[in-house]
């Protein structure tokens, strides 16, 4: 017997802390887009970088709810501890929302170092009975930086039990060949996915924004979204990977 074959999309967006290319910061204009542009139709898994204050204590700048109601998303981070304070929305400026159709088991942060502050989410979670693990990052500018967040991820990633797994964010790696922090050196797991350039939005050069996934996930299509709104909206272009899981067989 053969299961159907798990199909899964991801959305990623740096949202710029809701500063527009005009300057303006506009929460309500960036959760517009959010929803209108960035989830029709609505994927199963949204991230979103850059979307709480970057100062301490890191408030949240988007209406959530709204959010939630008009995608049929859910944010991870209903519980406490799985924010960076009582005032945020998310840790360290990123957000994982999910969809009706996974069960969420786990959420933990992980510090990332650096001298601006950092930090991934990893959630355990399953999605149509079949598990699955979600890190959503912000990585460093600066290349060391980004070697020691990686490192730091996959050290945590390596102590936990195995499931296939989606790295996903603003990995601000714009090297092609995909450079030493993405690499299973320094990872320790075998992340791969396809590159398409999505900073900056006017006219993207650079694949800072990545989905990247472990065996047996692979990634079947990866777009990056492009509207007048979302080019007025922030200085990335959002990203959309259509994943799939292989069929079981017994």
């Known amino acids: 017997m053969t299961d159907p074959e798990t199909r899964f999309t991801c959305a990623s967006w740096n949202i710029h802390r809701a500063r527009g290319n005009d300057g303006v910061v506009d929460p309500g204009r960036t959760a517009d ?130 499931r296939p797994t989606i790295l996903c964010g603003d990995l601000n790696e714009w090297r092609p060949w995909g450079g030493p922090a993405l690499s299973r050196r320094v990872t320790i797991l075998p992340f791969a996915g396809p590159r398409r350039a999505s900073f900056p939005a006017r006219r993207p050069i650079l694949p800072l924004d990545r989905v990247l996934v472990t065996p047996p996930l692979s990634v079947k299509t990866l777009e990056v979204l492009d509207t007048p709104a979302i080019r007025a909206t922030s200085d990335h272009r959002p990203i959309r990977a259509d994943l799939t899981l292989p069929a079981a067989r017994s």
């Open 33 to 162: 887009v959010v929803v209108g542009d960035v989830c029709a139709p609505p994927p199963d898994a949204l991230l979103l970088q850059e979307a709480d204050e970057e100062a301490p204590p890191h408030r949240g700048l988007l209406d959530l709810d709204r959010i939630e109601r008009d995608t049929g998303l859910r944010s991870v981070h209903a519980a406490p501890e799985t924010r960076w304070s009582v005032e945020s929305h998310g840790f360290l400026g990123t957000i994982v929302f999910l969809s009706a159709a996974s069960v969420v088991e786990r959420v933990l942060l992980v510090d990332l170092p650096g001298h601006c502050h950092r930090g991934a989410v990893v959630v355990d979670f399953t999605h149509r009975d079949k598990p699955l693990r979600l890190v959503g990052a912000h990585l460093a500018l600066a290349l060391p930086l980004r070697v020691a967040q990686t490192r730091t991820i996959g050290q945590h990633l390596a102590r936990r039990a195995a």
